[in-house]
Every structure is written in C-alpha cells, then in structure tokens.
C-alpha cells in the first residue's frame, strides 16, 4: 500500500513539470505568432467571440458579385455599413449591444473589401450604394435602420437619398460625403513602409503613439491586398461625382450624426455642415476620439445610438457634446 502510494506521488510530481512546459511553450508560440501577425491573431479572436455572442458570416450572390456579411439577433432590422479599407468586422463591438436591445443586426462586406468579391470596377460609391441595395433585397428587408461610418456614411447617406422610404432612421459617424480638400496623402490608406503606417494611424486615432511598432508593421501586410481597390475608390471619390453638398436637405429621415472631436481624417466642419442641410438631425461629438470613435469610444457611442433608435417620437434636433 505504501508503495502504490509513494509510486501516485512521484508520477504526480513528474506530471507537472511537463504541464508547466507545455504550458510555457503554447503561451510563448502565442505570443510569437502575435508579435509576427498580431492583425491576424485579432482577426481569428474577433471571428470567435463574434460567434460566442451569436454573429455569424455567410455569403450571398448579387447578380454578378459575391458578398459576404455578418449578421446577428432577433428584432428590428438594422444595417451597417463599413468605411474605406475596412470590412464587416469593423463593427464588432457595437454589434452584439446592439443585438441584446431587441435588433437584427447586418453588417457587409463591401465590394472589394473584407472576404467579399474584388472585380475590375470602378468602386465608385454610387456602385457601393447599389451593392447595398442589392443586398438589403436579398436579405428582404423593407424597412429598417442604417448606420455608415466614413465612406459607409457617404453610401448610407446616397442609398437614403435614393430610397428615402426604406431607411426609419439614419445613423452616421464620422461620415464622408461633402466636398472638402484632404490634408492626407491618400497614399497613407495602404501604407508600403513603416513610417507610412504609423503617420496613417496619427491621422485615425489621438492613441496612436501607443500602438506598439510591430502592429504598425503588419499593418503595412495588411495593407498590401486591397491597394488597388482602395486607388480605384479614391480616385473615384476625388471625381466628385458622388458629393452630396446641397442635396442632403432631401432627407426627411431622423438623422444622428456622430463625431469624434479630434477626428483629423475628416473635419468637424463637414459634420456642421450635415447638421444644417439636415434641420431635423441631432450632432453627437465625443471628446477625446479621432476617426476611430465607433471603437475607441463605444462604450459612450451606444447608449446614444439606442436612445435615438428606440426613440418614440424621434428625438428633436440638438447638439450634444460629450466629455471622456
């Protein structure tokens, strides 16, 4: 007996030396893989969680295209749309909130973007604001709410100006759409050097400069697929052909217009701008956020978004200003 016992505890001592190894060696791999691709380490994280939280991807056949999207929860329809370079995934974190206050949550990749279809087009925002069209009917939505940020503001604000009886409310952050002369080097949205990457992220977040060096290298590989399509959506947008300066007082939708105040990508006077043509819209601005307000300030973000979508009747126009 007192052998078998002693022959437990040594094997019981054995045993946990080569756990504890096995342990330090998954953790180290883990963060080496993190330090060489840290995006894609976030990528695969975020698709778990996502499904955790009940989001799920699929893809659907528009005409000519393929377009994946994500969608979640029960409830009242609402769409959102993602901005330049960016895809579905960018809305991970209002999603599921969004989701547990009674919504069915869509959010595409656009064309070009995300695991969605890369063709030879122009990727202009009136093709986008098609593609959403497209997409809305597939999913036979009749009536719902909208949401874009930057350039998804732009095509959320075209698609409602187009189907004004479709879109109950309109939500846009940090938008896109009027005419304004960038301070930026377009070139900076598919950085090729280092230093590239790391002026882009000063121009999307006042967080910047604690960003570690190795995710703004990766940045760069990130970048590097979707170049193209990000050229050919800027020259498009430079043509001009799709502004909305002095068309946007055709939206009779309860607009919320949301901004970071220390947005440096687009200026607060294009955000001023939108709230005179749209009389009928709230201006929401969040201290202490750049461009990346949807994520850097979610937490403050939310709360208003729901209050204006379940807002019965809609909200009176204001401004609003929100400290840290």
Not at 41 to 57: F, N, Y
Not at 77 to 97: N, Y
Not at 261 to 278: F, G, Q, T
Request: contains cysteine.
């Amino acid at each position: 007996m007192t052998d078998s016992r002693s022959s437990n505890r040594r094997a019981g001592r054995s045993w946990l030396p080569r756990t504890l190894l096995a342990i330090v060696i998954v953790a180290v791999c883990t963060a080496g893989v993190f330090y060489w691709r840290p995006f894609w380490v976030i990528d695969h994280v975020t698709r778990a969680w996502l499904r955790v939280e009940g989001v799920h991807g699929d893809y659907v056949q528009l005409r000519s295209y393929r377009i994946h999207y994500l969608a979640g929860g029960e409830g009242k329809p609402l769409v959102l749309v993602h901005g330049l370079g960016g895809r579905a995934q960018d809305w991970a974190l209002l999603m599921p909130p969004l989701m547990r206050h009674g919504y069915r949550v869509y959010a595409l990749d656009l064309l070009g973007f995300g695991q969605s279809e890369r063709p030879d087009v122009d990727y202009s925002i009136a093709l986008q604001a098609d593609i959403l069209n497209q997409f809305i009917d597939s999913q036979r939505l009749t009536r719902f709410d909208l949401a874009g940020w930057s350039m998804g503001g732009w095509v959320a604000l075209k698609f409602t100006l187009a189907h004004p009886e479709r879109v109950r409310r309109l939500v846009v952050m940090d938008s896109a759409g009027l005419d304004f002369a960038p301070a930026f080097d377009p070139a900076l949205f598919h950085p090729s050097t280092r230093a590239q990457a790391r002026e882009f992220l000063t121009w999307l977040t006042p967080q910047a400069s604690r960003i570690p060096d190795f995710m703004a290298r990766d940045l760069v590989r990130e970048a590097r697929p979707r170049a193209w399509v990000v050229d050919r959506a800027f020259k498009s947008m430079e043509s001009r052909l799709d502004t909305l300066d002095g068309k946007l007082g055709a939206i009779q939708a309860p607009v919320l217009i949301v901004w970071g105040k220390r947005d440096l990508l687009i200026p607060l006077s294009c955000a001023d701008e939108m709230h005179r043509e749209m009389p009928q819209s709230s201006l929401d601005l969040f201290e202490g956020c750049g461009h990346l307000a949807p994520v850097e300030c979610h937490d403050r973000i939310v709360p208003e978004v729901l209050r204006f979508l379940a807002a019965e009747p809609p909200l009176p126009p204001s401004v609003h200003e929100f400290p840290r």
